[in-house]
């Protein structure tokens, strides 16, 4: 977003502030010589103000006795269950807000994302409260990477099956003869082949929509503002998580960081009208690559394994479709001010706001997340996108 948008978006959110009555003085903001991360500060944590609201009497439903920041567990299907809970400051226990579970990388834990200062800093600002839960495949049978199941994960099979027109094509999400294997001991009877690489002990899916009950049992949970962002293997997940009808309906948007769907898994969204998903990848990564602009073709990795993966465009052309965008064309920037970053969209969306529902943004890094600038977007995006709704 350029500066002059910004400023525009942030007059008319003080507008908007004001005539709640959360926001009496305003001040001159010079929007060419003011630094605009200030100026995104300051219009997230507004988005934020705005995106709580307070439980009347009537409704009051919020726990008594609620969490504090720390690690707390639960049990499901004889597994105990850890994950990191992030409270903001200033979190009122009386007023609902929004919550971000958040998915690690394969073999990552709860401290992933919430162990970075900038990320909860920005959760300070923004008011998001966040749940990290740690996935499974550490401890017996597996003593394997934590890792989330999501479609041809634990199979090894693709979506797609065997292409006729495609030389040499199998239905494998893998070359499984250059690519070693990784297949978990608790995917005995379900790998198809050595292609598989994340647990088989636990339905994924049915686990995050547990805990967004078990965490709103404990705090003050807006359920129209639920989200959930993944990395890399998480971000993978994310999109089975809201294609899934019962996930579809408890999570709001989605948003997901260098991870894509395996080859052929292309379904939309289960819900009716659009599902907001916001798609950052890496254009020099070689483990989940994009592929180029466009190109609606598998891709494949250059690491030293060779998956398949859903192209970026593909996902979130899918996506976009879901959200009544026009995809007779092609994609077309976005302007979200950050260096380095191109984001694309499509236009013709059924909500006709500044910000489109669905956005394909690609930076010129690797595997890796750059959670210092991609925090912030993801969280002005889920604001943006609840805001509208």
Request: net charge negative; hydrophobic share 40%.
């Given at each position: 977003m350029g500066k002059s948008r910004v400023s525009n978006v942030l007059i008319d959110i003080i507008t908007l502030a004001m005539g709640l009555g959360l926001v009496s003085t305003v001040w001159a903001m010079d929007p060419v010589e003011e630094?605009?991360?200030?100026?995104?500060?300051?219009?997230?944590?507004?988005?934020?103000?705005?995106?709580?609201?307070?439980?009347?009497e009537e409704e009051l439903s919020c726990p008594e006795n609620q969490w504090t920041s720390g690690t707390y567990s639960m049990s499901r299907a004889s597994f105990t269950r850890r994950f990191r809970v992030h409270v903001p400051a200033g979190y009122d226990p009386l007023v609902y807000t929004p919550l971000i579970v958040a998915f690690h990388g394969w073999g990552g834990d709860e401290d992933e994302f919430l162990g970075n200062a900038a990320v909860r800093s920005n959760l300070d600002q923004t008011g998001f409260i966040t749940v990290a839960p740690v996935g499974l495949g550490p401890g017996e049978p597996d003593f394997n990477y934590a890792s989330w199941s999501f479609s041809g994960s634990t199979t090894g099979l693709d979506g797609d099956g065997v292409n006729?027109?495609?030389?040499?094509?199998?239905?494998?999400?893998?070359?499984?003869?250059?690519?070693p294997n990784y297949t978990y001991g608790s995917c005995s009877g379900v790998a198809a082949n050595t292609c598989s690489w994340t647990h088989c002990l636990d339905d994924d899916i049915e686990f995050a929509i547990e805990l967004v009950e078990e965490v709103s049992n404990n705090l003050c949970i807006d359920r129209d503002r639920v989200f959930?962002?993944?990395?890399?293997?998480?971000?993978?997940?994310?999109?089975?998580?809201?294609?899934?009808?019962?996930?579809?309906g408890v999570f709001a948007a989605t948003a997901s960081l260098t991870g894509l769907p395996h080859r052929g898994y292309l379904d939309a969204p289960a819900s009716s009208g659009e599902k907001p998903a916001l798609l950052i990848t890496g254009t020099n990564d070689q483990t989940v690559p994009p592929g180029a602009w466009g190109d609606e073709r598998f891709t494949t990795?250059?690491?030293?394994?060779?998956?398949?993966?859903?192209?970026?465009?593909?996902?979130?052309?899918?996506?976009?479709?879901?959200?009544?965008?026009?995809?007779?064309?092609?994609?077309?920037p976005f302007d979200v001010g950050i260096d380095r970053l191109e984001c694309r969209a499509w236009s013709g969306c059924s909500d006709d706001s500044n910000w489109p529902p669905v956005l394909d943004c690609r930076h010129t890094m690797g595997h890796i997340y750059g959670l210092t600038w991609s925090w912030p977007l993801i969280t002005d995006f889920f604001s943006r996108v609840s805001a509208e709704e």
């Open positions: 630094d605009p991360d200030i100026e995104r500060s300051f219009t997230s944590t507004l988005i934020g103000a705005l995106s709580t609201r307070v439980a009347s006729s027109l495609v030389t040499g094509d199998t239905a494998d999400i893998c070359d499984a003869k250059a690519t959930a962002v993944g990395g890399s293997n998480g971000g993978a997940f994310v999109w089975d998580l809201v294609r899934d009808g019962e996930g579809a990795t250059t690491d030293g394994d060779v998956y398949y993966y859903a192209s970026a465009t593909s996902v979130t052309k899918v996506w976009a479709e879901a959200a009544g965008c026009d995809v007779a064309s092609a994609a077309t």
